[in-house]
Nanobody, 124 residues
């Protein structure tokens, strides 16, 4: 079992940057694929990015490709989401996700573990 705690959210102007962090408990972090999802008010939770257990493979939603970068530091039990060129439509609660299966970290209905989320607000 793993517990996830997100941080780094906040208010930023359009065009700005933020880096989200997700700290995981437990000694088996490196065995988990990790992902980020987001949920805007009145919308369903959607996939943003994920990364394989060793960081060798990543995937991104089309809406964030070229602007967001996911990375992980297994020595620190932490996964990051660097968000650049932020837009007002990126405003959402961002959730960290973990699962043993790399593919499951792209499907909200199959994720094994969730964090509680961190709010990102992008002003125009």
């Amino acid at each position: 079992q793993v517990q996830l705690v997100e941080s780094g959210g906040g208010l930023v102007q359009a065009g700005g940057s933020l880096r989200l962090s997700c700290a995981a408990s437990g000694r088996t972090f490196s065995r988990y694929a990790m992902g980020w999802f987001r949920q805007a008010p009145g919308k369903e939770r959607e996939f943003v990015a994920d990364i394989s257990w060793n960081g060798g493979s990543t995937n991104y939603a089309d809406s964030v490709k070229g602007r967001f970068t996911i990375s992980r530091d297994n020595a620190k039990n932490t996964v990051y989401l660097q968000m650049n060129s932020l837009k007002p439509e990126d405003t959402a609660v961002y959730y960290c996700a973990a699962d043993y299966s790399y593919g499951s970290t792209r499907l909200s209905g199959r994720v094994g573990y969730w964090g509680k989320g961190t709010l990102v607000t992008v002003s125009s």
